[in-house]
């Protein structure tokens, strides 16, 4: 049953709503020339939007409720984790709107359009996050891949970026198939595609019948495939390559985050009964993403593609949280990827104020002696090089120690030492462009331009990844609280 | 005086004033023209004033109770079962001390030898004080992680920027080599933070930590710790590391950075695990021997001044872990003593190396010769530390190796007797360097106009020097401070 208080609940998403609708249309009538205008539009509702997110309390507060809340027919949820994972969606996506402008200014590519394609994507995002239904799910997941498909060829010039986007559509495109195959099967054998509904069939269920564990695996290879977890990463090397650089930041954190609160909420909500049947494929993932993207990070020289191997094996990382289960595996889970998108965050402004002739460029070698030239753009990429790689004292390290530790007390040690080991392999290549940046000499050509978007977000990404320590137990108090939520007891 | 001082958490003072004084220079330099100068005083002061907390420290640390002292407890991760705690009994007290002497000595060595990016460089000696004495102060094992492996950042950037030549190569062994280690040793840290709900040290010393359990931690401790000793033959990044390093940066390897390690197998690998620490002692008596022989036969063929004083730090580090896993007070007291004359004598000596270095610009021993006829200063200096190295009486390297092989003797005669081969060859390749640098014939025009040391250089040198003859003459200055500790040490050892 809808009932009117449902959408005052999901105020944010008609937000963002109401937003790309006005936002289109502001586009469409000024053009790229007021690129501008569009642009704090968007960073406007993404703005009213958190402020939806967080402070709804006098909904609830009225409804008397406590999370979670069922609306529109149990079609959708708003949770812990929802709100938790929405906050961050809009962190990463508003960070990226600004660095956007500083890219695009340097290849002279600023279009009206591109900020409406992100909010499509957040919106989309949003409904992920919040899908209690397959059929939500589908739907926001195609609604998000669509956005992300013209974002990934927006350098419409560039026979890359082209590539890069209908490299990416294709395999979508599969993968959603997959996906929508798999639902037939679940649909078939339980005749019902509700979250809550299928929990409770499959906690009754005694034999899993093969029919539906066939179908369970390929929703979770589908989903596998927009985490990018090996064997299901072969697109995110070319995409992350090729698409234009705050793109590649895009897909490397907020739509990420989405489809992993979703693989969550699948394996710890309809599929928690059948624990048995899809630990040991998790585990497969994880280990093979580990070990795979800190070998294959070894040899590259654009890092872009770098960038695609370390999150593929920090997808590997995460997965270890999944397989300790539990609150604490799963609060391991939130913490790391939230310190994970701040970090990642950082790193790409860097990487988007790295200029060699005027031009941006993403080859390793272009940063070298940067600090020398940009000493305090370089210092902050080394702090957050340092912390991706998960030394101590810097936030990264806490992040990896929450998941091991989830893993060792849920029984996982060999998975903790596989962990350890690939992350020593990845510190190789990180420390390579430390390295390149401090202890070679300056580029003809090669600057770091910084302008106040990008140094902002490095310093606060650099500031956080320091800061943690001093005070670890707020992130984590939070997380775990969230944590509490996705499990049902 | 000790209520007074008690009111103030003067561990944590004392641990955090170089970061402090880290974070002055980097933002008076940000904001104003700092000169390159005011960075070096301001280095110097910081690292002094460190050392005066530390003799604060050290006066008001009681000798005759054996726990752990000026004990501060914060919350800091109750959901991981972590707290900031920082205690320091006898044995800690020692390599705080060594720390607070050597660094500031270090950077003003670093004042003649390094001549770009002053301000960062001061940063990261300053800020690597910080993490070295956080290591020595932690009593708990997730802040004592974080600050072991912690220290790799700052060394990282001081061999990678300041370094030499090959100092890419360098830096990645030494880097990879300990994270590595390290790493295991932090599954170890989740294991007891999970299975025993604590990672309070004081806590797991007194409860004990059951044995089939403590094998495997003891492991993944001994790896961590044998990297950073170094043992054999886990020891190859050392002379990388050394030969690429600034003079600083060899100091404070050497002096310092390597005694984590030996502090790690005192703390962890003894005290808090003593029985698995007893079945792995003749694995590590081996190990120990091999590497006082092997590394003394590579040290004697080296033509590299500095690779030859890392060998012989291989083999020096040997004596301590052979004196450890002796399991005897001799043994104990023995590994304390050459720990302390190994830090002020190889510091010292990578000093002279440097004095060498910055004069000709080479390390090659070939390159030098008769020494002694121009630099009669430097000759001196680099006499006492060369027999306090090869364990003359009256010197400090006489009490360690003596008390070491000792506590060997008193385990098995047949270790004693290839330890002491260990000694001889020992004396064979320092008095043979000594000689091949200060002796002969002056037949090199460059070499003979080398001017002798400066007031700086002295200065450098003369603290270290009188410290080796106090070891030397009068140790029990030192070894009254620890011995109630090791004493508690040594008793559940032997149970």
């Known amino acids: 049953m809808i009932e009117a208080s449902d959408f005052l609940l999901i105020a944010p998403e008609i937000l963002l709503f109401a937003g790309v609708l006005v936002t289109v249309v502001m586009a469409a009538f000024m053009g790229d020339k007021r690129a501008k205008t569009v642009n704090i539009a968007v960073l406007l509702f993404f703005a009213l939007a958190g402020y939806a997110v967080f402070f709804p309390n006098r909904v609830s507060d009225f409804m008397g409720g406590m999370f979670p809340l069922f609306l529109f027919n149990e079609q959708f949820i708003e949770d812990a984790v929802s709100r938790f994972a929405k906050g961050f969606i809009l962190i990463a996506s508003s960070g990226i709107i600004l660095l956007s402008w500083t890219y695009f200014k340097q290849i002279n590519n600023q279009k009206a359009e591109y900020p409406v394609l992100i909010m499509l994507a957040v919106l989309g995002m949003f409904f992920m996050v919040s899908a209690n239904d397959f059929i939500m799910l589908y739907a926001g997941l195609e609604l998000q891949s669509l956005a992300l498909y013209i974002l990934a060829a927006f350098n419409r010039s560039s026979a890359k970026s082209s590539e890069a986007g209908l490299k990416y559509v294709i395999l979508s495109a599969i993968s959603s198939g997959v996906l929508l195959y798999g639902l037939s099967f679940i649909y078939g054998y339980f005749g019902t595609t509700n979250f809550a509904e299928l929990y409770a069939l499959v906690s009754q269920t005694q034999e899993m019948p093969m029919i539906a564990a066939v179908g369970m695996v390929f929703v979770l290879a589908a989903l596998a495939f927009k985490i990018s977890a090996v064997p299901f990463h072969m697109w995110a090397p070319d995409v992350y390559t090729g698409a234009p650089s705050p793109v590649t930041a895009f897909f490397a954190t907020a739509p990420k985050f989405a489809a992993f609160i979703l693989l969550v909420r699948l394996l710890f909500q309809p599929f928690d009964g059948l624990s048995q049947n899809w630990i040991q494929a998790i585990i497969f993932l994880s280990v093979a993403s580990m070990v795979l993207g800190a070998f294959a990070g070894l040899a590259q020289s654009n890092i872009k593609r770098l960038l695609a191997y370390s999150s593929i094996a920090n997808v590997g990382y995460l997965l270890i949280g999944v397989i300790a289960g539990g609150q604490y595996g799963l609060q391991a889970v939130l913490l790391y990827f939230g310190i994970y998108i701040i970090n990642l965050l950082g790193i790409f402004a860097v990487l988007i104020a790295l200029n060699k002739n005027d031009k941006p460029t993403d080859r390793i070698e272009d940063f070298s002696g940067l600090s020398k030239t940009n000493p305090y753009l370089a210092f902050c990429m080394m702090i957050l090089l340092f912390s991706l790689a998960g030394i101590p004292p810097l936030a990264g390290f806490f992040a990896k120690y929450f998941v091991f530790f989830a893993a060792v007390k849920s029984g996982y040690t060999a998975l903790a030492v596989i962990g350890v080991l690939s992350s020593v392999i990845s510190a190789y290549y990180y420390l390579r462009i430390i390295r390149i940046m401090y202890f070679s000499e300056p580029m003809e050509g090669a600057a770091l331009r910084s302008d106040f978007a990008v140094n902002a977000i490095a310093g606060f990404a650099a500031i956080a990844m320091i800061g943690f320590i001093l005070m670890p137990e707020l992130f984590s108090d939070l997380s775990l609280r969230v944590a509490a939520d996705i499990l049902i007891e | ?495």
């Not at chain 2, 360098?170 to 390290?182: Q, V």
């Not at chain 2, 359990?213 to 190859?236: C, G, N, Q, Y």
């Open chain 2, 1 to 495: 005086m000790e209520t007074a001082l008690s009111d103030i958490p003067l561990l944590s003072v004392m641990t955090f004033f170089p970061l402090l004084g880290a974070l002055c220079i980097f933002f008076i330099a940000k904001f104003t023209r700092l000169k390159t100068d005011a960075s070096k005083v301001i280095a110097l002061t910081v690292s002094f004033v460190t050392f005066l907390l530390a003799l604060a420290v050290f006066f008001v640390f009681d000798n005759t109770n054996p726990a752990f002292q000026l004990v501060e407890r914060a919350s800091w991760l109750p959901s991981f079962n972590a707290e900031y705690i920082r205690g320091i009994d006898g044995i800690s007290l020692w390599f705080v001390m060594i720390t607070a002497i050597i660094t500031p000595i270090a950077i003003l060595n670093s004042f003649g030898s390094i001549k770009k990016n002053i301000h960062e460089f001061m940063i990261a000696v300053l800020i690597l004080e910080t993490m070295m004495i956080g290591t020595f102060t932690s009593l708990d094992l997730v802040l004592f992680y974080v600050f072991f492996e912690g220290v790799l950042i700052p060394m990282f950037l001081i061999i990678g920027i300041w370094g030499g030549e090959k100092r890419i190569y360098a830096t990645y062994k030494f880097f990879l080599y300990t994270l590595l280690g390290s790493l295991l040793m932090l599954v170890a840290v989740l294991y007891i933070a999970v299975a025993f709900n604590t990672t309070d040290m004081m806590q797991l010393i007194e409860q004990g930590v059951p044995i089939d359990a403590a094998i495997w931690i003891w492991l993944a401790f001994f790896a961590s710790f044998a990297v950073k000793t170094p043992m054999f033959p886990f020891h190859t990044w050392l002379s990388y590391a050394h030969v690429e390093a600034p003079t600083t940066g060899s100091v404070l390897l050497a002096g310092i950075l390597l005694k984590m390690g030996a502090y790690g197998f005192i703390r962890i690998s003894l005290q808090m695990l003593p029985e698995a620490g007893m079945l792995f002692a003749p694995m590590m008596i081996v190990l120990s021997i091999i590497a006082i022989i092997y590394a003394s036969f590579v040290a004697f063929a080296q033509t590299d001044m500095k690779k030859l004083i890392a060998y012989s730090s291989v083999a020096h580090m040997g004596f301590v872990t052979l004196g450890l896993f002796s399991m005897n007070e001799q043994g104990l007291d023995g590994a304390m003593f050459v720990i302390l004359s190994h830090s002020f004598v190889s510091a010292a000596l990578f000093m002279g190396v440097g004095v060498a270095y910055d004069r000709l610009h080479t390390r090659e021993i070939a390159r030098f010769g008769g020494m002694a006829s121009n630099m009669p200063q430097y000759a001196m200096f680099f006499m006492i530390f060369t027999l306090a190295a090869v364990g003359l009486p009256g010197t400090s390297g006489f009490t360690g190796e003596f008390l070491s092989l000792l506590g060997a003797y008193k385990a098995n005669i047949w270790i004693a007797v290839f330890a002491g081969l260990g000694i001889i060859l020992g004396a064979v390749y320092m008095l043979s360097l000594y000689r091949r640098l200060f002796f002969g014939k002056q037949d090199k025009e460059d070499v003979s106009k080398m001017p002798d040391l400066s007031v700086r250089e002295s200065l450098c040198f003369a603290p270290l020097a009188v410290l080796v003859f106090w070891i030397g003459l009068y140790p029990s200055t030192f070894s009254n401070q620890y011995s109630a500790t090791m004493k508690t040490i040594l008793e559940r050892l032997v149970q």
